[in-house]
Structures are given as C-alpha cells and as structure tokens.
C-alpha cells in the first residue's frame, strides 16, 4: 500500500515562530487532506489539498503532486496551534485514507 | 462543510461485555463508512470500510467477529465491540465521503474504557 511519512515527528516553537511540516507519500495521490488533531482528539479538517496551493489564515499549504510530498506552513504561531498535525492520502488503488505518523507540535508562551 | 458525528463519545465498560458505537453523516449520504482506531500517541489505522447493503471489509489483523460493522442505512454505520478485553481501550474514529469529492469528513471519536 502506499506510504505515508511526515517530519518531523516533534516541534517545540516559542510563540509567534514560524513553520513548516512536510508529508512525503509514495504513490500518486488523488487525495491529501492536512489535519490538527485537538487535545480531545477531534480531527479538525485544515486543508483537502491533492494539488496547488491553498491559504487559510495563518496557515498554508502546498502539494507538489508530481514529486510527491506536500507541506504545511504555520505562520505566527499561537499556543493554540499545539497538538498533533497529521497528513492523510488515498491513491487511485483503494477508497481509503492512510495517515502518515504525524507532527506533533508544541508551541510555548 | 458535511458533519459526521459519532455516539457516545465516550464510554466505559466492564471485560466481557459488548459496546455499540454509531456513526451518522448528518447532511449527506453515505455509502461507504470508514473505521479507524488510534492507541495513544500513535497514528490512526484503518480497521474496515463500511459498505451499505454489503459486508464490510476488514484490514489484515482485525478480527469480524470481534468488530461487528452494519451499515444500516445511507446515514448510519454501526461499530460493535464484542466480548471487549483492556486491550480493546482506543479512540475509535469514523468517516464518511464527501458525495462531491475525494474529500473525507471525520466523527469527533469515541474513547472506550474496558475494565
């Protein structure tokens, strides 16, 4: 199946820094959704992004689809951006998600 | 954006008992629902894919009779934990396909307990 892997695994920021994730997937893709995962645990949906490049606020995100990896800015972060950010792709092979590993990210005051 | 959701969000059990876990797509249709399960500090694992009017299809290492999946309608899928052991304790997840993309819609989870 395909694979999925996300760096780094942890990131520790001062408040008001900026960032950068990064997902590499080894297949090509016809999905690529960013998520942050919240202390509770719900999945909050940032970006459905196979290809380009798209801007939400603060943060961005851009999928080169032709060389296989997508990143995820977070600019000016804020504490509440602390948690888990995970990136999830599906393939023409199968309906399903697979999740890469995960960032998870800690931002302090 | 579509809603899934998910019920109860949380639950705890005694060893040997069974838990139900629904999940419904509240403004659209679904024909297919997806069933992940996250251990603490790790990833999220697909278990099986929820097909209306069909069986579901598990991944390798689930066990069907332990997860009992019913895809009742376009709107609600079923996760049964059957003779629940302390090993099952997870966040079960579901999700739903958008009708219009590739796009997926995810429930808040369910945290079970077993004791």
């Known amino acids: 199946g395909i694979q999925v892997e996300q760096s780094p695994p942890d990131l520790i920021l001062q408040e008001g820094a900026n960032s950068t994730l990064r997902c590499n997937f080894s297949?090509?893709?016809?999905?690529l959704q960013w998520f942050h995962q919240n202390p509770w645990g719900q999945l909050i949906n940032l970006f459905y992004?196979?290809?380009g490049t798209k801007q939400n606020g603060r943060l961005s995100a851009t999928t080169v689809a032709t060389e296989r990896y997508s990143l995820l800015y977070i600019s000016s972060s804020q504490t509440t951006d602390s948690g888990v950010y995970f990136c999830?792709?599906?393939?023409?092979?199968?309906?399903?998600?697979?999740f890469g590993g995960g960032t998870r990210l800690m931002v302090k005051p | 954006g579509a809603v899934v959701s998910q019920h109860p969000s949380w639950v705890i059990c005694k060893s040997g008992t069974s838990v139900k876990i629904e999940c419904r797509s509240l403004d659209f249709q679904a024909t297919t629902m997806f069933w992940y399960r996250q251990f603490p500090k790790q990833s999220l694992m697909l278990m099986a894919t929820?097909?209306?009017?069909?069986?579901?299809?598990?991944e390798q290492g689930v066990e069907k009779d332990k997860f009992l999946i019913n895809h009742a309608s376009l709107t609600l899928s079923t996760l049964t934990v059957t003779s629940a052991h302390p090993e099952d304790s997870s966040f079960y997840i579901c999700?739903?396909?958008?009708?219009?993309?590739?796009?997926?819609?995810f429930g808040p989870g369910t945290r079970l307990t077993v004791t």
């Open positions: 999700s739903a396909p958008s009708e219009t993309s590739y796009e997926q819609y």
């Open positions: 999830a792709v599906k393939n023409n092979a199968g309906n399903m998600l697979t």
């Open positions: 929820s097909n209306e009017g069909s069986k579901a299809t598990y």
């Open positions: 992004i196979p290809s």
């Open positions: 297949d090509s893709v016809n999905n």
